[in-house]
């Protein structure tokens, strides 16, 4: 009678790793870009589970490719010659226009951290953070080499995630003055809509490469899982303002003592 108890402790040993994600695509919506094989690039495609919706570009299509999501919806254009604007995050466009302005080349990702939006240059590897309407960019730092696309920002040590695109296969994981604080190797190029899923804590992109479908990561570089076909896609982002706040360690030993507890529980009802 001892299995049922051994296969219960193994289930709380699974669900209390947080690394066993259900489902084939992120639980939470993921905004998508330039999605060139669904729609020519002229639509935002938001990916939930199995659900792909997408809803048009209003402003510059097909050029509002950064963006950035945090309440709402806001897109530049990925130059300073074309223009995006603020949606609802249904997809509502509210009027509003943004353009880049004072970056050196061009930009095709974008995220914000609720005060600020954050880019970087393509061609030159330049980090620039904005305020939220894509105006006033301030150089953060350099160094991050050329032909990075996707760029997401990472809540629980106020940092920055870029990915490699075309030239390198690592993700690295930048502190706002330029520090490495990690990196992995996705072991493909073209790692392009790079996003932080702050319900999960775990990071998602496409491969723009071979397969042109999600991936989700650990923070550690390990692949969870293969999310659905969504084509080529550039731009890429959860909303940062919403999503189930990560549980505080004390809460998380918490749960999994009680759910222990409760298989202890279960042990001696089929020993008796």
């Known amino acids: 009678m001892k299995a049922p108890f051994l296969v219960a402790v193994c289930f709380v040993a699974i669900a209390f790793s947080g690394v066993a994600l259900a489902g084939p695509g992120p639980s939470s919506p ?47 254009g990925n130059s300073l010659t074309t223009i995006g604007g603020q949606y609802s995050l249904a997809g509502t466009p509210t009027g509003t226009t943004y353009t880049l302005t004072g970056i050196a080349s061009t930009a095709y990702d974008s995220t ?35 032909y990075n696309v996707g760029i997401t920002y990472d809540k629980t040590n106020n940092s920055l995630w870029i990915s490699g695109w075309g030239a390198t296969t690592v993700v690295t994981d930048y502190s706002l003055n330029g520090t490495v604080l990690s990196s992995f190797d996705t072991g493909h190029y073209e790692n392009a809509s790079l996003a932080m899923d702050p319900a999960t804590h775990t990071l998602w992109l496409v491969d723009d490469e071979n397969s042109f479908k ?52 279960v042990r001696r009802k089929i020993n008796l």
């Open 112 to 146: 914000t951290d609720g005060s600020h939006n954050f880019l970087v240059d393509y061609t030159y590897g330049t980090v620039y953070q904005t305020a939220r309407d894509f105006t006033n960019p301030v150089a953060l730092f350099s160094g991050t080499g050329s």
């Open 214 to 265: 999600l991936e989700q990561y650990s923070t550690a570089g390990v692949l969870l899982s293969t999310g659905p076909y969504v084509g080529y896609s550039l731009g890429g982002e959860f909303d940062m303002g919403g999503g189930t706040p990560t549980p505080e360690p004390g809460s998380l030993l918490l749960f999994g003592s009680g759910v222990l507890g409760l298989a202890g529980l």
């Open 30 to 76: 993921l905004y998508l870009t330039y999605t060139f094989d669904l729609n020519g690039g002229h639509s935002i495609v938001v990916v939930q589970g199995n659900s792909i919706t997408s809803f048009a570009e209003a402003y510059g299509p097909p050029d509002e490719v950064p963006i950035a999501v945090g309440g709402d919806v806001r897109t530049s």
